[in-house]
């Protein structure tokens, strides 16, 4: 929500400075202490405790509580006449409140038979990359409904069918002009500049099998995992980031020339049996990663060192991670989602699925919101704060989900048609992001059997 400490126009106090709003909060924060007090059914293992319970307030407090606006109009004013005004704003708020009304509406994308998306970024508040099982890198245009492809960078080895199989990563950096995705090789990387798209270099002779996940450290520094148990350190060197220029008396070449790279470190990660999913915690200044093996592995990003690996409980198909601001982790699973605390990778919640069997394939955290995308075409939302699923405003006795269209499916083998005509078909999320101002959600996926052919996308606004 928004927050706006306001001064008085006229007079000596502002227009929201109403002595009543004092007993309606003292009556609210009793009401809150009442049912922490309340003992509950079950007692807790873990159980914290107010420094006071008393109701008194300094005046000082009372006034800046009085002196304080809540209401998201006064801070919209407050912005635009750039008024000498203490103001915030919770960033989620915008997407928290369009969950919980039920305004967000899906426009379905259109993308032939492209095979299976895998991974998406914005790019901008119009554009949205996107990388697929068939190794297409596409950019779709929200505003005309257009979708583009973008080359990919062939390494000097030459690329096979084999060694295509498909684009399972992108990620921008944090300055917004770069973008780091793979390459035509499924074992190699390739950086475009943002916001042309043009190709910067490519990154080769760290892996030898396909690169599922990678992270930016910072503007220069990126890390990548893969399935041959490696992670790799690349540096995009500020040397490259200048355009090749012609010669006086040479022709400009038409296709953009681009550098080749090798990796400032590679590391194998002990413990893992193929690295699924990588993510960076700012906070604790660490790479965690997923393997498929059910461990999840801690490195030093400052040293490049491997910290300490741990067997996950009971975790099945862990596909995905995502990392909150504060440092909490969100593990992906077969039925549950696993949140860890990043000093222990003890467990300290597991959050059931409403849907049995569907498999979380994609997690990212906005604000103190978790999303999650499953195998059965359904967004679900976790409200960390309040330990529950979030709750639609319209109707309280449900919770927030939002269920995707069909999307695209190609002819299947003869021997899957019975199974496959017997249960409902939904495509698996195995991709969302938000944009900036949190009020879109991009969406893509496809068939979860990896023998099908097809795929799903969708803007939700």
Not at 308 to 337: H, M, W
């Amino acid at each position: 929500m928004s927050k706006t400490l306001k001064r008085p126009v006229a007079g000596i106090r502002p227009g929201c400075y109403i002595p009543n709003r004092l007993e309606e909060r003292r009556a609210r924060n009793r009401i809150l202490r009442q049912e922490r007090r309340r003992k509950p059914d079950k007692p807790d293992d873990f159980v914290t405790y107010e420094d006071s319970d008393s109701e008194e307030e300094t005046p000082s407090q009372q006034n800046e509580v009085l002196s304080t606006s809540y209401n998201f109009v006064d801070y919209i004013r407050s912005r635009e006449s750039d008024l000498r005004e203490e103001r915030s704003i919770d960033p989620a708020y915008a997407s928290r409140h369009i969950l919980t009304h039920d305004m967000f509406k899906e426009t379905p994308i259109s993308l032939g038979n492209i095979n299976k998306v895998f991974c998406s970024q914005w790019l901008s508040n119009r554009q949205v990359v996107f990388g697929t099982k068939c190794n297409k890198l596409m950019v779709y245009d929200v505003n005309m409904r257009r979708v583009d492809a973008i080359p990919t960078l062939p390494n000097s080895r030459g690329a096979s069918p084999d060694t295509q199989s498909g684009i399972h990563a992108c990620q921008i950096n944090p300055s917004h002009n770069l973008l780091a995705t793979g390459a035509r090789h499924s074992a190699d990387i390739a950086i475009y500049r943002l916001p042309t798209l043009d190709p910067l270099c490519i990154g080769e002779n760290a892996h030898t099998d396909w690169v599922f996940d990678m992270c930016w450290l910072d503007d220069q520094f990126l890390v990548t995992g893969a399935r041959d148990n490696n992670l790799a350190l690349w540096r995009v060197n500020e040397d490259l980031m200048e355009f090749p220029v012609a010669k006086d008396g040479e022709e400009e070449q038409d296709v953009p020339t681009y550098a080749h790279i090798s990796p400032v470190s590679v590391k194998p990660c002990r413990g893992a049996q193929k690295i699924r999913a990588v993510c960076f915690n700012q906070e604790y200044r660490e790479l965690a990663l997923l393997s498929l093996n059910g461990y999840m592995h801690l490195f030093n990003a400052e040293t490049f060192s491997q910290k300490l690996s741990r067997k996950l409980p009971n975790c099945q198909e862990n596909v995905c991670i995502a990392c909150q601001p504060n440092g909490l982790y969100a593990v992906g699973c077969r039925s549950y989602t696993l949140l860890l605390d990043p000093r222990t990778l003890q467990a300290v919640k597991k959050i059931a699925s409403r849907y049995s069997g569907c498999g979380i394939r994609s997690a990212s955290f906005q604000g103190n919101i978790l999303t999650i995308g499953t195998g059965l075409g359904m967004l679900m939302f976790y409200d960390i704060r309040a330990g529950k699923y979030l709750e639609s405003c319209i109707n309280s006795s449900r919770t927030v989900v939002l269920k995707a269209s069909r999307g695209y499916v190609a002819q299947f083998p003869d021997e899957e048609i019975d199974g496959f005509q017997q249960m409902k078909y939904m495509p698996a999320i195995y991709t969302h992001c938000y944009d900036r101002s949190g009020t879109r959600l991009f969406t893509a996926g496809g068939p979860l059997p990896a023998t099908l052919i097809g795929n799903y996308a969708g803007i939700w606004q």
